[in-house]
């Protein structure tokens, strides 16, 4: 009997306990989202138990009648920390999935919609409406209609200014974004500094450090739907995802059009990033530190990385505010300002590693 022939059972029972993991994986980071989810309601100046944070959630899902509960309890359940919670779950997983497919499509372990200026780019849209009323036939939808279109624009700048010879060079990626980041940071300080609006100036300082507060229940209509489209639409796929990895070339035989391929992705990338951008500001580095950790932890096949990186996103950005509203009460900081703190050391880190990675090969 041949050595193939043998191996044959051995790989089907190492891929049945990958397989096994993984969704052993999922289905503790899901129990984790959970109690994260019911936690971070708890968690506040006025604390509520945990059985009755969710009698509470339920009674208002299933038009319920009264319980043992005040209507000051409902009220903070139900107004103020449940939806401004479930913010943090779709923007954390819509910026994890943002950076997981950057990563891919630029082939840049750097890559994330901060650090390449797009952020920047939708923040220019949202003022843009903010301040000069562009959009304002749309209503509700204005601002993320602006962030859409200002993040595509620098997806499109970005990739213009990062070709060398007709190809996409990575060394120049995140040069380019810099520049982009810069730029667009000029336009928005020059619009807000000239606008009529004296409190303009004041509401787009605190938006564009980020922040969860004063969530409602119509601001996660827009950022629910994109987020099942987009990242739905990403896991549908993950296959040609991972032929990106391995370069262009590689790519294109085995059956996928590139270039019709990274103009899908660059629609949908700017999308996600511009209403989660309009919702809740620019918070920087969850696109670049959760895909990073979810690699380390199911390795680069997209089929897992999505998915996982969908929880691990919702579940990072979730103690993210809640620290940011409790470290340092009755004071509130920024969620911009904690995934800064964190993400900048993770930045370098990883940059750390790319040139030990160089010098090891040369």
Same mark, same amino acid.
């Given at each position: 009997?041949?050595?193939?022939?043998?191996?044959?059972?051995?790989?089907?029972?190492?891929?049945?306990?990958?397989?096994?993991?993984?969704?052993?994986?999922?289905?503790?980071?899901? =129990?984790?989202?959970?109690?994260?989810?019911?936690?971070?309601?708890?968690?506040?100046? =006025?604390?509520?138990?945990?059985?009755?944070?969710? &009698?509470?959630?339920?009674?208002?899902?299933?038009?319920?009648?009264?319980?043992?509960?005040?209507?000051?309890?409902?009220?903070?359940?139900?107004?103020?920390? #449940?939806? @401004?919670?479930?913010?943090?779950?779709?923007?954390?997983?819509?910026?994890?999935?943002?950076? +997981?497919?950057?990563?891919?499509?630029?082939?840049?372990? $750097?890559?994330?919609?901060?650090?390449?200026? !797009?952020?920047?780019?939708?923040?220019?849209? /949202? =003022?843009?409406?903010?301040?000069?009323?562009w959009f304002a036939f749309i209503g509700v939808y204005a601002v993320s209609t602006g962030a859409f279109l200002g993040a595509l624009v620098t997806f499109v700048a970005?990739?213009?200014?990062?070709?060398?010879?007709?190809?996409?060079?990575?060394?120049?990626?995140?040069?380019?974004?810099?520049?982009?980041?810069?730029?667009?940071?000029?336009?928005?300080?020059?619009?807000?500094?000239? %606008?009529?609006?004296?409190?303009?100036?004041?509401?787009?300082?605190?938006?564009?450090?980020?922040?969860?507060?004063?969530?409602?229940?119509?601001?996660?209509?827009?950022?629910?739907?994109?987020?099942?489209?987009? %990242?739905?639409?990403?896991?549908? &796929?993950?296959? /040609?995802?991972?032929?990106?990895?391995?370069?262009?070339?590689?790519?294109?035989?085995?059956?996928?059009?590139?270039?019709?391929?990274?103009?899908?992705?660059?629609?949908?990338?700017?999308?996600?990033?511009?209403?989660?951008?309009?919702?809740?500001?620019?918070?920087?580095?969850?696109?670049?530190?959760?895909?990073?950790?979810?690699?380390?932890?199911?390795?680069?096949?997209?089929?897992?990385?999505?998915?996982?990186? +969908?929880?691990?996103?919702?579940? #990072?950005?979730?103690? !993210?505010?809640?620290? /940011? @509203?409790?470290?340092?009460?009755?004071?509130?900081?920024? !969620?911009?300002?904690?995934?800064?703190?964190?993400?900048?050391?993770?930045?370098?880190?990883?940059?750390?590693? &790319?040139?030990?990675?160089? @010098?090891?090969? $040369?």
């Amino acid at each position: 009997m041949s050595s193939t022939t043998l191996n044959r059972p051995r790989a089907r029972l190492v891929g049945l306990a990958e397989q096994i993991r993984f969704w052993l994986l999922l289905g503790s980071l899901t =129990v984790l989202l959970i109690l994260s989810i019911t936690l971070a309601v708890v968690i506040g100046p =006025v604390s509520i138990p945990m059985d009755k944070v969710w &009698q509470i959630i339920w009674a208002q899902i299933s038009w319920g009648g009264e319980g043992d509960w005040t209507q000051a309890q409902v009220n903070i359940v139900w107004l103020i920390r #449940f939806p @401004r919670v479930l913010l943090a779950v779709f923007v954390g997983a819509g910026l994890a999935v943002v950076g +997981v497919a950057m990563q891919a499509v630029v082939r840049n372990p $750097l890559a994330d919609p901060y650090i390449l200026g !797009v952020s920047a780019g939708a923040s220019v849209g /949202a =003022v843009l409406v903010l301040g000069l009323g562009w959009f304002a036939f749309i209503g509700v939808y204005a601002v993320s209609t602006g962030a859409f279109l200002g993040a595509l624009v620098t997806f499109v700048a970005v990739f213009l200014l990062a070709q060398h010879n007709g190809r996409l060079a990575p060394s120049r990626l995140i040069l380019s974004g810099v520049a982009c980041a810069y730029v667009f940071s000029g336009i928005t300080s020059l619009i807000t500094l000239t %606008s009529d609006n004296r409190e303009l100036a004041r509401s787009v300082l605190a938006w564009l450090l980020g922040s969860l507060a004063g969530t409602g229940w119509i601001d996660l209509t827009l950022p629910v739907a994109v987020l099942v489209l987009g %990242s739905g639409y990403l896991t549908l &796929q993950a296959r /040609a995802l991972n032929a990106l990895l391995v370069g262009d070339e590689t790519a294109a035989t085995l059956g996928v059009n590139v270039n019709r391929f990274r103009r899908q992705l660059l629609l949908v990338m700017s999308l996600l990033t511009g209403v989660m951008v309009a919702v809740s500001g620019a918070i920087g580095f969850v696109g670049l530190m959760i895909p990073h950790m979810v690699r380390m932890g199911v390795g680069t096949d997209h089929r897992r990385v999505l998915p996982v990186s +969908v929880l691990a996103g919702s579940i #990072f950005l979730i103690w !993210v505010d809640v620290v /940011a @509203r409790t470290a340092f009460a009755p004071i509130e900081l920024p !969620v911009g300002v904690i995934t800064s703190l964190l993400g900048g050391p993770f930045f370098i880190w990883l940059m750390h590693l &790319q040139r030990k990675s160089m @010098r090891d090969v $040369l």
